[in-house]
């Protein structure tokens, strides 16, 4: 703008009113409406969040998308590759229903024999081939990539499995997001407990301070020294395997963490006016840590439940993958993934969705906990 | 300073004797028998196993001598390796994780360092951008889905390396990534977000003021002060390590402890367990010791402890 061009008589000094300047010019935010403010900024943060919220809402209700049932098993249908209606024909995204393999022989037909043997047929009525080299003889100058269409060879023209089928016939789609429901159970349960036990024991730690802090403190010194990869393997072993187990062996030692920064917060807080405010007004002890401490943690509370959350999804497949999880016909992602990889090398479909799934979860929560931890305590923002 | 390490020392003792002890009454708690091929044997073949293996006295004698043998470095022998010592079990597979562990802890930070420090000096650019990306991946996605994509893709789909088995430099290929991509990333996003906090401080400004030059203030004043705190997130790489061999040296069937482990429960082969559980409490908490007396040492505003408190 062209600063000659304005005139002074535009502007008239401002009236100094009594009522305006006491007059409240923006909404009052309370700390959690400032909070969501902040965090609707953070992109990163919101994509975790739209991702979360997405997995958990397949969990609930993709098993019911088709009739296939969780254990519903049929060995004549197994194995099979996924098929999307719709998608059949973006080749590179792999949802046609075709298996594909590729030979180099001597010359094509030898190609083709190896292909056909390899997908047990006797003649090509069912596979396509696309000969990407022509052979003149000598060895493996021949490449021919096979494309059997496994759904037209058992009849299947109007079948479609959209996630594949795993090696008893059972639909993948069905079985995974049913052990996303599983995972995310056990660890919205065992971040649950961690955090109720957590918050009890430090906010107790904290509050009443000296011999009793003294002692609980050198507990958790102990417990922090075991690790708990350690616990968790021993606790599984004694227990029967399942559900529950799970979730006892993660909360087992999983509490200290939660323990140790409620028992610094309140630490903190406790020697503030409003704490002496409410003694003075004769609360009792219990009121003082539920009605004003442990609120006035809950951030930190929430940001460290967070990160939990995905930690005990880890461990929960952690211990389906070396065997000590779930038991069949219970699914998790963690057993889908084990029982994925042991057919990885010939169908790799059956590990990749649950082990998608189980990433996106993984990096949906880590996110959010990323920016709720900058949106809930800009103090500690990095 | 030698105080406070003889009171953590006495911590680290007591911590292990309950480790042991827990241990040992949780085995004892178990069901089903260790012996081989349990089901063919008669009863009497039995009473002589357990004679043999004194299983039949009572758990608190069991306890005596466990401990006392345990003080002496007698971990007992294995129930399914031919009675092999477990001290000996140990000794040649310790080796194998640990070559294994040391060349993903070296590869993971100092790649993972050189991403963080590339992030934080070209803040806000698409290698800040990228690296941010590559860190939430590897601390998110587990190193067991890494594992098998890398297996899959690189050992069977276009075979460059071998897929299993412990024979040389090539094998340690594919598991050293698998198992360096969490400590890469925890290195990078820390030492990105200490880097830039560095680098805003006066004395960088001081230093720029006084004219030293670009590769001066990032490498002498900027990389050596951000580097401190980095021995704090040495405690969640070594836990990474310990839970990643175990899935990692299954997967590629390497001949380490973890492995042993995993074998071990699955059979009940309880003096293996009992004995490498004592082997992983003991590295998890001495790795902790270290690191917290490094820090006292490396970093003097730190107060130890000891003092008052």
Redesign the interface.
């Known amino acids: 703008m062209d600063k000659e061009k304005l005139n002074k008589d535009l502007f008239v000094p401002a009236k100094p009113d009594e009522n305006e300047s006491e007059q409240i010019q923006r909404p009052n935010l309370t700390y959690w409406q400032d909070a969501w403010r902040r965090l609707k900024t953070n992109k990163g943060a919101i994509f975790g969040l739209i991702v979360i919220v997405l997995i958990a809402v397949m969990s609930i209700i993709g098993p019911h998308f088709n009739d296939d049932g969780v254990d519903d098993q049929d060995l004549g249908l197994s194995k099979l590759p996924p098929r999307v209606q719709g998608l059949e024909s973006i080749q590179w995204l792999r949802l046609d229903g075709t298996k594909t393999e590729t030979y180099e022989a001597a010359s094509v037909d030898a190609a083709k024999d190896r292909i056909r043997q390899r997908f047990t047929q006797r003649d090509d009525e069912f596979i396509t081939y696309d000969v990407k080299r022509e052979g003149d003889g000598s060895k493996d100058s021949a490449k021919v990539t096979g494309y059997y269409h496994i759904y037209e060879a058992k009849g299947l023209q109007d079948e479609y499995f959209w996630f594949g089928t795993d090696t008893l016939g059972r639909d993948l789609f069905t079985r995974t997001w049913y052990g996303t429901r599983i995972s995310l159970l056990i660890a919205f349960v065992a971040a649950a407990i961690d955090m109720l036990i957590g918050v009890a024991y430090g906010g107790i730690s904290g509050y009443f301070g000296g011999r009793t802090d003294n002692v609980m403190q050198r507990i958790i010194e102990i417990l922090v020294g075991i690790p708990n990869l350690v616990v968790v393997i021993l606790m599984i072993m004694i227990l029967d395997p399942g559900i529950i187990a799970i979730i006892i062996a993660l909360t087992i030692t999983g509490w200290t963490g939660m323990a140790r920064i409620v028992r610094g917060q309140v630490l903190k807080l406790k020697g503030q006016e409003f704490v002496l405010a409410s003694r003075t007004l004769g609360s009792s002890h219990p009121r003082i840590l539920s009605k004003h401490l442990i609120p006035n943690t809950l951030g930190m509370i929430i940001v460290n439940t967070m990160f939990t959350i995905p930690n005990a999804i880890f461990f929960e497949a952690f211990l389906s993958f070396i065997g000590l999880g779930l038991q069949p016909p219970d699914a998790s992602l963690g057993t889908l993934i084990n029982d994925g990889f042991k057919a990885l090398q010939i169908n790799p479909h059956i590990m990749i969705f649950p082990a998608i799934v189980i990433s996106l979860i993984m990096i949906g929560f880590n996110i959010l906990a990323d920016g709720l931890r900058d949106a809930l305590d800009p103090k500690m923002r990095e | 300073m030698a105080r406070y390490i003889l009171q953590r020392l006495g911590?680290?003792l007591?911590?292990l004797f309950?480790?042991a002890t827990?241990?040992f009454f949780?085995m004892k708690?178990?069901?089903g028998s260790p012996m081989k091929a349990e089901e063919k044997l008669s009863e009497a073949q039995l009473e002589i196993l357990y004679e043999k293996y004194n299983l039949d006295d009572p758990v608190p004698v069991q306890y005596i001598n466990y401990l006392g043998n345990l003080v002496q470095g007698d971990l007992g022998v294995s129930f399914q390796l031919n009675n092999q010592p477990v001290t000996d079990l140990l000794a040649s597979r310790i080796p194998v994780s640990a070559h294994l562990g040391f060349q993903a802890m070296i590869l993971g930070t100092i790649l993972g360092m050189l991403l963080g420090l590339v992030a934080a000096v070209r803040n806000n650019s698409w290698i800040d951008y990228t690296s941010n990306v590559i860190s939430?991946?590897g601390?998110?996605?587990?190193s067991?889905?890494f594992a098998?994509?890398l297996?899959?893709f690189v050992g069977?789909k276009l075979g460059l390396l071998p897929i299993a088995f412990w024979e040389g430099f090539k094998h340690t290929i594919m598991p050293t990534i698998a198992l360096a991509i969490f400590p890469l990333a925890i290195a990078a996003r820390f030492l990105r977000?200490e880097m830039?906090?560095v680098l805003g401080s006066d004395y960088i400004v001081t230093a720029r003021a006084k004219g030293v030059t670009k590769g001066g203030i990032m490498f002498k004043h900027g990389l050596r002060n951000a580097l401190i705190p980095l021995v704090t997130v040495m405690g969640p790489m070594a836990?990474s390590l310990?839970?990643g061999t175990?899935?990692i040296e299954?997967?590629f069937s390497i001949p380490g402890i973890g492995e042993q482990?995993?074998t071990s429960?699955?059979t009940n082969d309880f003096p293996v367990?009992m004995g490498t559980?004592l082997f992983?409490?003991f590295f998890?908490?001495l790795i902790?010791l270290v690191i917290d007396i490094l820090y006292g040492i490396i970093d003097p505003r730190i107060r130890l402890a000891g003092g008052k408190d």
Request: proline share 4%.
């Open positions: 911590y680290m007591l911590t309950l480790i827990f241990s949780l708690m178990l069901p939430v991946i601390i998110s996605i587990p067991f889905i098998g994509l297996q899959y069977v977000t830039i906090e836990v310990m839970t175990l899935v299954q997967i482990f995993v429960v699955t367990i559980t992983f409490a998890f908490i902790i």
